[in-house]
């Protein structure tokens, strides 16, 4: 079994940088996509997809709202994936979780399609 331990959040202004890292203990040789997510305050429906990188090939997928802003990268070494976020928004602002699974192309930007979750990091972006 995959443990996930995400770290990285913080409070930022708005146009600044962070990196989140997640990195994977246990069986992480046997990981077949990893994934953030992240959840606004007050939001109570699944979390949003915001990125996604198979873990093998490194083939990446983002969302249409973090495209060209945040890039998913991983270190197979060491069993860790980054996301580096740059041109923060205020509406970025949520906690981000890293997630483990093995979704088809079709549903790998459902949060059903994980079976594995960290315990997120909060990052805050102020106007």
């Known amino acids: 079994q995959v443990q996930l331990d995400e770290s990285g959040g913080g409070l930022v202004q708005a146009g600044d940088s962070l990196r989140l890292s997640c990195a994977a203990s246990?069986?992480?040789?046997?990981?077949?996509?990893m994934a953030w997510f992240r959840q606004a305050p007050g939001e109570e429906e699944e979390r949003q997809f915001v990125?996604?990188?198979?873990?093998?090939?490194?083939?990446?997928y983002y969302s249409d709202s973090v495209k060209g802003r945040f890039t998913i990268s991983r270190d197979n070494a060491k069993s860790t994936v980054y996301l580096q976020m740059n041109s923060l928004k205020p509406e970025d602002t949520a906690v981000y979780y890293c997630?483990?699974?093995?979704?088809?192309?079709?549903?790998?930007?459902?949060?059903?399609?994980?079976?594995?979750w960290g315990q997120g990091t909060q990052v805050t972006v102020s106007s």
């Open positions: 997630a483990v699974g093995s979704p088809i192309l079709s549903n790998l930007r459902r949060a059903s399609a994980y079976y594995t």
């Open positions: 246990g069986r992480a040789s046997s990981i077949p996509t």
């Open positions: 990125a996604a990188a198979r873990w093998n090939s490194g083939m990446p």
